[in-house]
């Protein structure tokens, strides 16, 4: 197929979410479609598709239109996928930003979306939230097939939609998604997609992971985040197979619920494995035989902690790499991975590593990544409405990373991040792993600092295990046999836990303001 799709042949077709949930509750109508595992509350295919219509019906009567922008604010519960799918299924776009993020922040980029509607969850500050907005803000609570009235504005007016009269369908070139960057100090941007991108997302997805619809699936990031979308909510849209969601990560209650619910795949991220690594529950293997893979996406794992892991629980982990405005650039697959790299490129990716010239990099030789084609984003919302363009040229990445012969991929950090030392460039990551492999560590990240002989000079933090004591001596010694002079950390310091970005990416400046505060304290 060639157009919106440019030269991608497509393993599924695309269609339109009205006529993929048809599809679904004809199928099957009583099979589960979501599960929420903290309101205890599920729906099935046959209801899904009655209530989607309903509440497709409730947006055009309420003035939004295709095409129209809706904001969307709320934890991750079953009734914000309802309302996304709703106004998908009229060719709306879902604005689902981010309710973590600074509430100033999401006010003011509520406001520059323009939305036609405002919905927000009643459990939410939905003045501040909305401070500036024009649009009509509309509050929800909990939909069930009697709803209430109590701190309800939506359900409770919701009325019986019909079909025919929604000829509306949501199109490949439609916009489908304005989610935001994340952004805790600065003001993140928004990411423009349209629905030709998510459906070329979805199928890396289903090619990485080899999803179909007997799976059950459980996703507890936030939706507002493009990983989710493209991991879980896509896949689910695809194939029709059971999503269970959750509003957080729970340690205690992770297992409980793979056991429960017979789950076959869940998301994972390093700070997860860290966790199920460091502080194990005493479950095996046999006690979780249903869950058979597992992925780690937005912050680099180390061959140490995959090797461990898999041991550990007897199960698969694929290391995915991606980009909120690229979605997945590479994927280990089910059927092919390497531990150490994050896989060949991802199917629909149009992936090539550069030198400083823009020219392609052979294999083994490390250059900087960039990403291309309909998989990308469209661009940046402005401020004035207008969109800065993404997807039409060859974009950087910021990565370093190194392609084997057998075309897997190694990244081998950031541009940004790179330690220069007496004009040699040192990656720290390839110190972190080291550190990570010690048997005494939870969490190491090292960052590069001023130097007046050598420009930078390498330094380290970590996190001990718990109940565990040990020497910042004992540490430098291990790396004195593990690293060459140059890349060896010459100091190394103990703190409470590694700063790390919502979506578990290791905060360097912030490690470097860190060592700056104790050599002024002389700690």
């Given amino acids: 197929m060639t157009g919106i799709f440019g030269n991608?042949?497509?393993?599924?077709?695309?269609?339109?979410?009205?006529?993929?949930?048809?599809?679904?509750?004809?199928?099957?109508?009583?099979?589960?479609?979501?599960?929420?595992?903290?309101?205890?509350?599920?729906?099935?295919?046959?209801?899904?598709?009655?209530?989607?219509?309903?509440?497709?019906?409730?947006?055009?009567?309420?003035?939004?239109?295709?095409?129209?922008?809706?904001?969307?604010?709320?934890?991750?519960?079953?009734e914000k996928l309802l309302i996304w799918f709703g106004v998908w299924r009229i060719g709306a776009v879902v604005c689902p930003l981010n309710v973590e993020l600074n509430t100033e922040h999401v006010a003011e980029l509520s406001v520059t979306i323009g939305p036609k509607l405002i919905l927000v969850h009643k459990d939410l500050d939905a003045a501040a939230l909305t401070r500036g907005a024009t649009a009509p803000v509309c509050r929800f609570g909990k939909w069930t097939d009697e709803p209430s009235t109590t701190d309800d504005e939506f359900f409770s007016a919701l009325k019986p939609?019909?079909?025919?009269?929604?000829?509306?369908?949501?199109?490949?070139?439609?916009?489908?998604?304005?989610?935001?960057?994340?952004?805790?100090?600065?003001?993140?941007?928004?990411?423009?997609?349209?629905?030709?991108?998510?459906?070329l997302s979805g199928l890396s997805t289903l090619d990485m992971l080899g999803l179909t619809e007997d799976d059950r699936t459980l996703e507890y990031r936030s939706f507002g985040w493009n990983s989710a979308q493209v991991l879980s909510l896509m896949p689910f849209l695809q194939t029709g197979l059971t999503l269970h969601?959750?509003?957080?990560?729970?340690?205690?209650?992770?297992?409980?619920?793979?056991?429960?619910y017979g789950l076959t795949f869940s998301a994972g991220v390093p700070t997860v494995v860290n966790m199920l690594l460091n502080k194990p529950l005493g479950y095996t293997a046999a006690d979780i035989p249903t869950l058979r893979l597992m992925t780690c996406s937005t912050a680099p794992l180390s061959p140490e902690q995959w090797n461990r892991f898999e041991k550990t629980y007897g199960l698969t982990l694929l290391q995915l790499y991606g980009m909120s405005e690229a979605g997945w650039i590479c994927g280990n697959r089910h059927?092919?991975?390497?531990?150490?790299?994050?896989?060949?490129?991802?199917?629909h990716q149009e992936f090539v590593i550069v030198d400083g010239e823009g020219n392609p990099c052979p294999p083994e030789v490390e250059g900087e990544v960039t990403v291309g084609g309909p998989q990308t984003a469209i661009g940046y919302l402005l401020p004035d409405g207008s969109i800065d363009p993404f997807r039409g040229s060859r974009n950087k990445t910021g990565d370093l990373a190194v392609m084997d012969e057998d075309g897997f991929v190694r990244v081998t950090g950031r541009t940004k991040d790179l330690i220069i030392r007496g004009g040699m460039n040192i990656s720290p990551l390839e110190i972190d792993e080291i550190l990570l492999a010690h048997m005494d560590l939870a969490e190491a990240a090292s960052v590069g600092v001023p130097d007046p002989i050598?420009?930078?000079?390498?330094?380290?933090?970590?996190?001990?295990?718990?109940?565990?004591?040990?020497?910042?001596?004992?540490?430098?010694?291990?790396?004195?046999?593990?690293?060459?002079?140059?890349?060896?950390?010459?100091?190394?310091?103990?703190?409470?836990?590694?700063?790390?970005?919502?979506?578990?990416?290791?905060?360097?400046?912030?490690?470097?303001?860190?060592?700056?505060?104790?050599?002024?304290?002389?700690?």
């Fill in 8 to 78: 991608h042949q497509l393993a599924r077709p695309f269609a339109p979410v009205a006529d993929l949930f048809a599809a679904y509750a004809a199928r099957d109508p009583a099979k589960t479609a979501i599960v929420d595992l903290d309101q205890g509350s599920d729906i099935d295919f046959g209801t899904l598709n009655r209530i989607v219509t309903d509440i497709a019906a409730d947006l055009k009567r309420r003035g939004v239109s295709k095409g129209d922008k809706v904001v969307l604010l709320a934890d991750e519960v079953l």
């Fill in 161 to 199: 939609g019909d079909a025919s009269s929604l000829p509306e369908r949501n199109e490949p070139t439609d916009l489908s998604c304005m989610f935001c960057t994340s952004g805790t100090t600065s003001r993140p941007k928004l990411v423009v997609y349209d629905h030709a991108a998510y459906w």
């Fill in 245 to 260: 969601i959750a509003r957080r990560f729970s340690h205690s209650r992770f297992f409980e619920w793979i056991k429960k």
């Fill in 335 to 347: 059927y092919k991975r390497r531990m150490g790299t994050v896989g060949p490129p991802a199917k």
């Fill in 454 to 523: 050598y420009g930078e000079e390498v330094v380290a933090f970590a996190v001990t295990k718990p109940g565990v004591a040990v020497t910042e001596k004992a540490i430098l010694d291990y790396c004195e046999t593990k690293l060459p002079l140059a890349k060896r950390p010459k100091k190394l310091f103990f703190i409470d836990q590694i700063p790390k970005n919502d979506r578990g990416k290791v905060l360097r400046d912030k490690l470097r303001d860190e060592w700056t505060r104790r050599i002024a304290a002389n700690v």
